[in-house]
């Protein structure tokens, strides 16, 4: 059975930075995407980033580029999200998700099977 668990959210101040982990197990990943989705309160669930298990691809919304990296430790069976000067409309909270490649549209979030149960991230003004 997949898990996907994810830690490393907190408080921080607009500019400052965090690391979400994203621990996956119940199976071989490769042949996987991952991703980092966001829900801010009383909003959609949006994409933030993906990452391919076995290959370099990776891809970021357009209101992350630049700020936030997507990178993985494939011995560990982790991905993590390092976030860098942070905004106040980065708050939300931060899902892994877990979908079988072969579709390059890793934003679509239907496309996904598994999720972690979020970590909340909060970024004051």
């Known amino acids: 059975q997949v898990q996907l668990v994810e830690s490393g959210g907190g408080l921080v101040q607009a500019g400052g930075s965090l690391r979400l982990s994203c621990a996956a197990s119940g199976r071989t990943f490769s042949g996987y995407v991952l991703g980092w989705f966001r829900q801010a309160p009383g909003k959609e669930r949006e994409f933030v980033a993906a990452?391919?298990?076995?290959?370099?691809?990776?891809s970021y919304a357009d209101s992350v580029k630049g700020r936030f990296t997507i990178s993985r430790d494939n011995a560990k069976n982790t991905v993590y999200l390092q976030m860098n000067s942070l905004r106040p409309e980065d708050t939300g909270v931060y899902y892994c998700?877990?979908?079988?490649?072969?579709?390059?549209?890793?934003?679509?979030?239907?496309?996904?099977?598994?999720w972690g149960q979020g970590t909340q991230v909060t970024v004051s003004s």
């Open positions: 998700a877990a979908r079988i490649s072969g579709y390059s549209d890793y934003e679509n979030l239907k496309r996904y099977n598994y």
């Open positions: 990452i391919r298990w076995s290959y370099i691809n990776t």
